[in-house]
């Protein structure tokens, strides 16, 4: 099996961003050893979209936020665990990465599966951004195994495994996305109250006899759909968040890039490409529908 390195050097991957994804692998590293080890208690803080902070989401973003600094070329980063974006001495280039250190924390007490996800953008600017302008995008899992996904813009998907000394090695690439799927993974379904038409679609998916697979964590059941080979994820609007729960920089636009680079598709519940939504302010939150193409088209349709 290939290594990370030489197989991002074999993509002919430009140095800063293989430079970025290496302290982003080190980085991925540090949290799992945490997670494994780690107090799973309460920070008795709140992150800026008013959630509550576990220590480890305190420790994950840190961990981050040093090996990104190490790497001498991210001049800014936005942190879904940080209100204001962090701007850094970059000598070596200048480049920005959005992420979210530990997505789906909430779930550590009951020991299910979390992630770590993160885009990389050229420039010292967040703001503006669109997901069509990322230079990379990953994802880590982790699970029983650690793995850790990567998107290079027009390279395609790349699976890494973490192995017993902390090396990421291949273990699949160039992922591909079947258009039609058996697989659904129904989101906010609390939406139901003001989407009628929500409630009809997944009756729809229910008769048919398709296979529900949802563990309120956007990276496993994300990574589901790409190792399954096809899915969908829906997490339309609600009274509570009516332009949708899911962060559009941290979470929706890299793992947009990420689908479309397995030949998958990713739309808001308006019908546009979550990859096309302008980035106004770090923590914007959207709605998305994302997976198989012709089962997100679909989707989105039935809601209008
Ligand atoms: P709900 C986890 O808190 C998260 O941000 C995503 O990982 C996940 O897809 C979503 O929220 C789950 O939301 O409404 O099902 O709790």
Redesign the pocket.
Known sequence: MYSFNHTLREENTPSDVRSILYHIARGVKYINFSLRAGNTGVAKSQNSSG?EQLTLDVLSDNIIIEQLQYSQLVACCASEEQEELMYFPAPRGKYTVAY?PL?????VGANLT?GSIFGIWEGGELNGKKGRDLLASAYAIYGPRVELIVALKGKGVFIFEMNDVGEFMLTQKKLELKDTSKYFAP??L?ATAIHPKYLTLVEKYIAEGRTLR?S????P?LHHILKKGEGI?T?PGCAKHPNG??RLAF?CAPFAMIFAEAGGLALDVHGTEILDLEIKSPHERTTIFIGSTDEVKNAVKALQ
């Open positions: 959630e979210d997505d789906g924390s909430s779930l979390i989101g906010n609390r949802y309120g964590g956007m990276v059941d994820f997490y729960k899911l979470e």
